[in-house]
């Protein structure tokens, strides 16, 4: 690996309608970490026509560890995610199951968590914000 691949991160960046510090707030709520949001009326941009309303996030980042999650509310038309999915892997069945839970709940079920050929406990959930999830328990020999 050279040293400009070994600098290299990938991270999650979210875009919402208008809902992202809340959805920041209950992904915080699930996984725990260091939140820090700046909205537009926080910015030192000056006011331009058809910025989003002060109150929206234009950049937050929930810290955990080593990895992250970004987002902010979509300026212009928003889209609905689609084409990818936020993989969340834990190292026991019960923490992936409770992790599952929390983010299914007011979301929809995809497929629901349970034992896979590659896993003791997995399934994918779109959180009622809409952002889609995966969750997949890395632990070896306990079942879901």
């Known amino acids: 690996m050279s040293d400009a691949t ?14 992202a510090k809340e959805a920041l707030a209950f992904y915080q709520s699930i996984f725990g970490g260091e939140l ?4 537009w009326g926080d910015s030192p941009l ?3 026509p058809g ?3 002060a109150d929206h996030v234009m950049h937050g980042r929930l810290g955990m560890g080593g990895w992250s999650i970004m987002a902010c509310d979509q300026p ?19 923490e992936a199951r409770r992790i599952f839970d929390a983010l299914a ?11 896979t ?20 328990s890395e632990e070896h020999g306990e079942r879901a």
């Open 6 to 19: 070994a600098a290299v991160r990938f991270e999650n960046y979210l875009h919402f309608d208008g809902r």
């Open 36 to 39: 820090a949001v700046m909205t």
């Open 46 to 48: 000056p006011d331009r």
């Open 51 to 53: 910025d989003p309303p």
């Open 76 to 94: 212009g038309p928003y889209e609905r995610p689609q084409g990818f999915r936020v993989a969340v892997g834990v190292g026991s069945v019960p």
């Open 105 to 115: 709940a007011g979301g929809e079920t995809v497929m629901p968590f349970q034992e």
């Open 117 to 136: 050929f590659w896993s003791p406990g997995f399934g994918m959930v779109n959180d009622r914000f809409g952002t889609p999830w995966l969750v997949n």
